[in-house]
């Protein structure tokens, strides 16, 4: 009986420490697959380190507001790290399967890097392009996604009113008219990043891409750096893609722990060391510091200060009817 | 434009290179020509020379020139440069949105929803299919002419609507399924099903709301595929639609399928349903049925079924709760039971059932207890007698057209289409049924023996014409005979029951 027992017992420990495998959804936004290709190698590693068990992260990628909307409509991610924190506000009031107060569960408003939008010129800069203003000279061509759909281009567009606000003075008036100066010389809207970037550097059309500074680094590593040079304009906007576990989702995965775990490690030593080596700004200071060379100083604005917030700036500038959609004539 | 200075260059470059091999030689050669004569012909050869350098002379100037021209700004070339890259950026342009245009109709193409028209009645699902809407129905226009003296009741010949079914059913995220039919046919309206159905894993659903209580192999049949016009006597001792929840599934593609449910209870042969229960008691309903060939390589096997379906439920003192008699083929009356007998205690149900089908071939067979505890008149609740109601049948048929028979009907290989001279599919069918009333209903006083017969035994035969998957004409003859039930020569039983059927069925 007693031998029955040991066996028993022995089975269970087995049993009860054998190694779990854990997958896990992040649903992500066009720019960021070379990122978390790496991130989820390096967090793998660690929570195996930690815990013994195996954590398998599949990505799933596309414009910021469509895979908000994917989410909603029932992907099942585990967490969501997305362009704007509007689409992530989107999945919690639709949805409702994430907190209204996402945002304070991790540090800095849930944003672990930052980035910003940045000019991808052909080398040489034979158009000369070193400041917003240059984007709405006649017979420069622009390319950049649609604000409607792209994550990106909402910072793009931002970006270029809060110059255009910033130069006039805050007249309003004169900024819409900037803007709809600047989209005249736009004469194709994709619909996402990865998609402008292909119209700029595979198709060779336009003579300006405003890209995430990361994506614009990455252009230069594929396309390659004798093709194309990176302006960075005095001003631009402080883009801060967002994170949050999608509570509702984990919570009936069982994978809450792991999920958290998995953005709280973007944190890290580690995590801030790979967004950094990825173009994306990192929010520890050392690591930023190390990595300085990456990325050109320049002056930044937020949402905030300027927009009054990402749902002010929804409402006023990309919802039906908006400003986008007052200034904007598609090419004919 | 550029290849006209460059050959004209080349070509003055090989003149004065030419010239330049060729003057010392021809100074050479003069100087030793023995023709020469002194100094006439030296001064002539200066002069030669000399206009041969000018001409050089002009020559290299020429070059020069050309040279200079060439190394200039091209006026032509540099105004066309620009208006080339433009046009090329505009091609590039078009090319490119074209290419957006495409994959935004792809991805709209994606997320649109599907609208289709076919056999199966009309369906809209969104693009993932996980919501869908589907309306279809059933037509069925009936026909019976009973023969025979005149003078003993009979049913009445004529046309009747024997169903008029519009189904409303469909699916809502992905796994919720829906049904809602209502019958329009005979002579009261009534909601036929109306259920929910959860089938996120089809080994196991759960079902909800009216439908057929799982137990009869042929009243589980859909109506429109049933060989003959009305089911065969042991569908009158099984249930028939009845409120209540399942759960059920098909195991391994439905080699194995189960079902069991608790509902309200029905009584046998109950045509007009209700949607609220008649007591307290409630019936317990089971059903297994296996295809052991379906998914094997055993042909001629693979279309053998057998299973077996039972209920069990407890009645109150209700009359209610028993039948409201037992018809024959022509939907008359041949069995009641007398108005002071009530249920009074358990009811409980057995059906073997099988059928097989191979190639045009199909035989379906079914035997049913029903066994009820009756009290009534002297018999009291307490003394309740059980009363064991058995039938059976056995029907078959052969596909003239050669078509595959199967229990879910015929479907013609060649439509029926005067133009291209096909005829559809032709089906004979034929079926011996009978049904056995307890005798303890007459002798303890349950039914009069005078009015209603102890036993009813049917064969039929009959043509069925499949136009299409969706349109079937039928005939059949069904005669009837009863044992008991004409002591007073004035009921339905005191002669054999001989009826003809057609049926003209829209069932989409």
Redesign the interface.
Known sequence: MKTLFSFSLLLTLAFGIQAKEIKLLNVSYDPTRELYQEYNDAFAKYWKAKTGDDVVVSQSHGGSGKQAQSVIN?LEADVVTLALAYDIDAISAQARLLPVDWSTKLPDHSTPYTSTIVFLVRKGNPRNIQNWDDLVKPGI?VVVPNPKTSGGARWAYLAAYAYALETFNHDDAKARDFIRRLYKNV?????GAR?ATV?FAQ????DVLLAWENEAHLALKEFGSDKFDIVTPPLSILAEPPVAVVAKNARRHGTTAVATAYLEYLYSDEGQEIAAKNFYRPRNAVIAAKYAANFTSLKLVTIDQEFGGWANAQATHFADGGVFDQIFQP?N | MSTVPTKLKQLAIATVAGLQFTLPAVAADTSTTPSDNGSGSSASQAAEIEALKQEVQVLAQKVDALEHQQQAPQPAPAAASPAIADLD?KV??L???RE?DQ??ATAQAKTRPKISLSQNGFTISSADT?FVANFHGVLQVDSRSFFGNTAIPSGTSGFLLRRARPIFSGTVFQDYDFNFTPEFGGSTVQILDAYLNYHYDPAFQIQAGKFKSPVGLEQLQADVNTSFNERALPSYLLPYRDVGVELHGDLDGGVFSYAAGIFNGSPDYNNTTVNSALSNGKAFVGRVFAQPFKSTSVIPLQGLGVGTGGSYEHDDALASELTPGYVTDGQEKFFSYASTATAAGTHWRISPQGYYYYGPFGLLGEYAISDQKVAGGTVTKGSAIGLENTAWEISGGWVLTGEDAGYNGVTPLHPFDLRNGDWGALQLVARYADLDVDHKAFTDGFANPNTSASEARAWAVGLNWYLNRNFRINTSFSHTDFTGGHGTGATVTARPEDVLFTRIQLGF
Do not use: M, Y
């Open positions: 029932g061509s004469p194709v809207l994709d619909s998609g119209t198709r060779g059309i336009g090419p | 950026q590039r342009i090319e490119r949105q957006i994959e935004d996980n």
